[in-house]
């Protein structure tokens, strides 16, 4: 039961800091890449690298990719 409290723990701390969860389980080279990479894909987005092609659910490629980027950041806290 400790385990999935840990689990969960991990989990909601990158969801507000990239690779935090990561950071607690001991994982730092993990932790290093995900925090890294989402900083990454912010900055393309804040400087228009990525380009803004419009989705109509979500706005923008950037930030479709920051999604998905974020969610795979929580889920490998949580394993």
């Known amino acids: 039961m400790a385990k999935q409290v840990n689990k969960l723990i ?3 701390a990158s969801f507000f800091i990239p690779g935090l969860g990561q950071l607690l ?3 730092i080279n993990s932790a290093i890449f995900w925090f890294v990479l ?3 894909i912010m ?3 804040r400087f228009a690298i990525i ?3 419009s989705i109509p659910i979500v706005g923008s490629l950037g930030y ?3 999604a998905i ?8 806290a949580v394993r």
């Open 10 to 12: 991990c989990g909601i």
């Open 25 to 27: 389980e001991g994982r």
């Open 38 to 40: 989402i900083l990454v």
């Open 43 to 45: 900055a393309l987005i």
């Open 51 to 53: 380009p803004a092609v």
């Open 64 to 66: 479709l990719i920051l």
């Open 69 to 76: 980027a974020w969610i795979m950041n929580v889920l490998d």
